[in-house]
């Protein structure tokens, strides 16, 4: 119904340009779906976008282009509102178009081209494989994943990527970690890594002799001294002392703990079409191919022994480390080689998916973007807060580091994968979450996704009894009811909401319109029957509510949630 509004408001704003009134027509006719169904089906913003160019007040424009509106069945009244809005009230007949579009294109239904088929690559949790996911990665997991979702409904080729850390100081960490808890020490460092799983690890290890590592090391922060000089004494003993076997407890650490990542990922219906290794970047001689390139453009300086990236000549706030006094490759320079991996991959568009405290990385990242001649308005990043747990009112502490959190398994295992994945993505992305365990659990219409799929469960209810009884050839102009037309029209959002939620990159604007979509069928189906003596009634009534099930299961399905048939 959109395009055929466009058609008609093109002809009539071509009539005023013979007329004189303008001059020319905007390439874009912005055409909404009304919030408020007292102001009508949709609205249109065009007479205040061109009443300069008319020279007249909007509401004078408005009314000139209703005059040259030409007669069409769809479109029951128009009327003019506020400071220019044109309301367009449809008929029922054009409004229940859609739902003999629902049913002929089922799964397919809302899906559209307006992407192009361009490429993206999306980058997303990239957790450092230093632990078991928590549930602070798993709101980016569930994000990534719908937001891919999608950009592939509306016609974008995704590719999913995990950039997996698998070299530098703390995967250090996490190797001496597992060691220490090999060797059974008495005394843990205050900056390892003391989750059970540290333990699980280091009891595969065999064959490998135990040494103090300790020995010679300076004190840690506990008894006074400094606890990040402390664990990197520790990694260097540890090295020295088991000389190849250190490789092999490295290996065996990150291999172990990515493995229960990806089929963690896996489990929660997440899959990626490839997994970077930081440690390729480093073994192809990319990392220090990259750093000398941008010594060669001058974008790089010496100080104290370290190399400095002059990220301030592209906005940053301070120049960068890419190189640190004693050689070593910093973060940040292997983030520039992987960035420009990337871009070399001739994608149309790289989406990074961030945790929020990352905000400040992003300006140096651009910055090195920009200086190695590519255009880093290719790249876009999204940031998501982590979530905060809370259990019987109280929220859950976490901590990585003192193996003190609630893994995203443990999370599933209690609410299951299609609360986890509905809540995740329940709130914008920016904005800070509280996952209420207890509500994620309950089976109450306060629960939004269990409101859903009750929706669903109801409908296949109805559908099962009416199998045995005689159908006729349905009568949409039976569909009069407040609640039928307040139905008919939700259905006909669906379209231009999956859009917006994708082109936006705003999971949450699905998810509320699939509340609202079940929140109308309750209503309907508290106020309503179905299974009625009438054939034709039942019929058309029947129609209704199996397009209502196929939008439902086809909204539930971009955000990775199952549609039940009974509850």
């Known amino acids: 119904m959109k395009q055929a509004l466009q058609a008609l408001l093109i002809q009539a704003l071509q009539a005023l340009i013979n007329k004189g009134v303008l001059e020319s027509v905007p390439d874009n006719i912005r055409i909404d779906h009304s919030k408020d169904k007292s102001q009508g089906d949709f609205a249109s913003n065009i007479a205040m976008v061109l009443s300069k160019q008319a020279k007249c007040a909007p509401r004078e424009l408005a009314q000139k282009i209703v005059e040259q509106l030409a007669d069409a069945s769809e479109i029951e009244k128009i009327e003019i509102a506020g400071p220019g809005f044109i309301n367009f009230f449809m008929s029922q007949g054009s409004n229940n178009q859609v739902l003999e579009d629902i049913l002929s294109q089922g799964v397919e ?7 192009n088929g361009q490429r993206i690559l999306l980058e997303f949790v990239s957790a450092n494989p230093t632990g078991p996911l928590h549930v602070g990665h798993g709101r980016g997991a569930a994000y990534g994943a719908t937001v891919s979702n999608l950009l592939r409904a509306v016609g974008f080729e995704v590719d999913n990527e995990y950039y997996v850390n698998d070299a530098g100081r703390q995967m250090d960490i996490l190797a001496t970690s597992v060691y220490l808890r090999y060797c059974e020490v008495a005394v843990f460092p205050d900056n390892a890594y003391k989750g059970d799983y540290i333990l699980d690890i280091a009891k595969q290890i065999t064959n490998i002799d135990k040494h103090d ?15 990040e000089k402390h664990i990197d004494e520790l990694i260097a003993n540890c090295k020295s002392v088991l000389g190849s076997d250190y490789q092999v407890i490295f290996k065996l650490a990150i291999d172990s703990i990515l493995s229960g990542i990806k089929a963690d990922l896996a489990d929660f219906g997440i899959e990626y079409q490839q997994w970077f290794s930081e440690q390729s970047l480093v073994d192809s001689g990319l990392s220090e191919k990259t750093v000398k390139a941008l010594q060669a453009s001058g974008h790089i300086y010496e100080k104290e022994g370290a190399l400095w990236f002059k990220t301030t000549d592209f906005g940053d706030d301070l120049d960068r480390v890419v190189v640190r006094d004693n050689g070593l ?21 790289i989406i990074n998916i961030w945790g929020s405290d990352h905000h400040g990385y992003i300006a140096r990242v651009k910055a090195s973007i920009s200086a190695l001649g590519h255009d880093p308005e290719k790249l876009e990043i999204l940031l998501v807060q982590f979530a905060n747990l809370y259990r019987g009112g109280e929220k859950v502490a976490m901590s990585t580091r003192s193996g003190s959190f609630v893994t995203l398994e443990e999370l599933r295992h209690e609410v299951g994968n299609d609360a986890a994945r509905f809540f995740y993505v329940l709130r914008k992305s920016e904005q800070h979450m509280d996952f209420d365990l207890d509500l994620a659990k309950s089976k109450t219409n ?7 799929q009750y929706a669903h469960a109801r409908i296949c209810s109805v559908l099962k009894q009416a199998q045995s009884q005689t159908t006729i050839q349905p009568d949409l102009t039976l569909l009069s009811s407040d609640t039928e ?15 917006a939620s994708a082109l936006n990159y705003e999971p949450h604007v699905l998810a509320y319109y699939l509340r609202e979509l079940a929140g109308e069928f309750h209503s309907y189906y508290n106020n309503s029957e179905f299974l009625v003596e009438d054939d034709a009634l039942r019929s058309t009534r029947l129609l209704l509510i199996q397009a209502v099930k196929q939008v439902l299961v086809n909204g539930l399905s971009v955000l990775g949630v199952s549609a039940p048939d009974s509850m």
């Open 109 to 115: 239904f809302g899906l559209s081209t307006v992407g």
């Open 213 to 227: 590592i300790a020995q010679g090391v300076c004190k840690d922060e506990k008894d006074g001294g400094d606890k």
């Open 329 to 349: 490759h910093t973060y940040f320079a292997s983030d520039i080689a992987y960035h420009l991996e990337k871009f070399e991959r001739g994608y149309d568009k």
């Open 446 to 452: 306060e629960n939004p996704v269990f409101y859903i």
């Open 485 to 499: 037309i307040a139905l008919v029209k939700e259905l006909n959002r669906y379209k231009d909401v999956l859009k």
